[in-house]
């Protein structure tokens, strides 16, 4: 079956870039002794760049981390403003996650990166522990890549 | 494959009226200086005529706008009274969400779209800024198109 | 609720791109007379731009023609080649349409947009005659935006 | 929210033995120049341990990639086996996508992974060259990593 020669140039969110913030994103939780984390890097248009799941994670923290990186690219802004949302308008964040066939998870830990032109690059989302401890984990990795993180809270 | 000569002749809700909602929806948010906005609008049906998504706008917005326009024509009225059933209803909204495989999103910015003769013509859904906002700019693109726009509340 | 203040920058496919895309391939159909189309225009992440049917496209037209340039994006080439390989793998056609809840539609009429840089920038489908005549317009769409058309055939 | 204060220790495929596998699978995709590839590695249980996706690599190539993993572990043979059955039992073949969720994809590139005690481990799965030309990648990286590779060919 004849493939094309070279595929089309992209920009965005490099696979060197996602292993940067999720390497460094785990070896946060290690440092920090949290339970077995599972860590998605998506790029702006909601695919995966990368997904790392440390032994003894259990089966659904890839889907769980992926929801929270889905959310946020949802709908803008990280998943501690999602949260707050969850709260103030249960009927909306039930919508939504139907609406994402469950890929939007409203809990912390799902951040936005951007570079320093703040041009949208993509989302992490990490669980595995508890939210606001996921989201330690995600804001390391991407500052350690040298990026910029968005978890849904005024700068 | 044989196609027909004249496709049937149709009423309803022409595209050209649906881009004159959906422009001056865009405009109106731009005038006030909302965030980026996605606008969709749907003919009586609930068949998409036009949608428009501004730059920056996230990316699930199109599904939003379009479950709010959606919300409206299956209960037959604007999303302002769906929210409001929402809180008085919770379980009836989250059962029409998974009925509707997530497309209607109760919470405002979802109208219905009258002519003069109170011929229901299609429904309008926006979503990109808060709920009230993007309503507003629902209302200012059904108007300047010279239709009767039905938001929920009692006129 | 509190919004950000400033979303995010983005680069990629315009709205005022997608709009030119659409509405020249639409005046092109006009102009060979096919019956009515529609046009979707995605970004490279496969996210709705700009959708536009016209009066007489039956229901399913917005899904089909998204379906088209959804099944480019996720393959990287044009549904020509898409259709192609429905006729020598169905079984992988089949799989995909599942994998991708029914989001992949092998047949002409879906055609990648790069820039003269070669980025990939999105795709655009187009249903409503025969899928040789919706591509004919998918292509004269995007050469009057000043873009470059894939359609899945060798360059 | 309490959390336990040690995980179950696991047995099966480790982190680092699925981040040695994808790393040799994508180096030989560079060195023998295939087209942008995406690598993933699931566990014994069919659950995500590694995902990368090169740069290049289009949309749904992680979810191919996967289905052609969880195919193999779904039937316990690698996807070359199940690409022959598609041939001879296209029945059975779509029924399996459909009962999958479509992530069942008949096709050479799912490859089961072993290790010497013959205790199965988990399978890899590439998309983005020709289907042979992934299943190359698959092999090396397993057996770079010291593992037994089952493609479902006789060995």
């Known amino acids: 079956m004849p493939q094309p020669a070279h595929p089309a140039a992209v ?11 999720a390497d460094a994103a785990l070896a946060k939780g290690r440092e920090i002794g949290l339970l077995p984390l599972c860590v998605v890097v998506l790029d702006a ?3 995966v760049k990368v997904t790392k799941r440390e032994d ?15 959310g946020a690219l949802a709908m ?6 999602l949260a707050r949302r969850a709260q103030a308008m249960p009927g909306f964040t039930n919508a939504l996650s139907d609406l994402t066939g469950g890929r939007a998870v409203p809990v912390p830990g799902g951040v936005l990166v951007r570079d320093a ?28 890549a040298g990026l910029v993180p968005d978890n849904g809270d005024p700068a």
Do not use: W
């Open 11 to 21: 920009n965005g969110l490099t696979l060197a870039q996602a292993e940067a913030i």
């Open 45 to 47: 248009g909601g695919h």
């Open 56 to 70: 003894g994670a259990s089966l659904m923290r890839p889907e769980i981390a992926m929801g929270k990186a889905y």
């Open 76 to 81: 803008g802004f990280g998943t501690r403003e």
């Open 117 to 144: 032109a703040n041009i949208l690059l993509g989302a992490v989302g990490i669980s595995g522990d508890a939210s606001a401890q996921d989201e330690v984990c995600c804001m390391a990795g991407i500052e350690a």
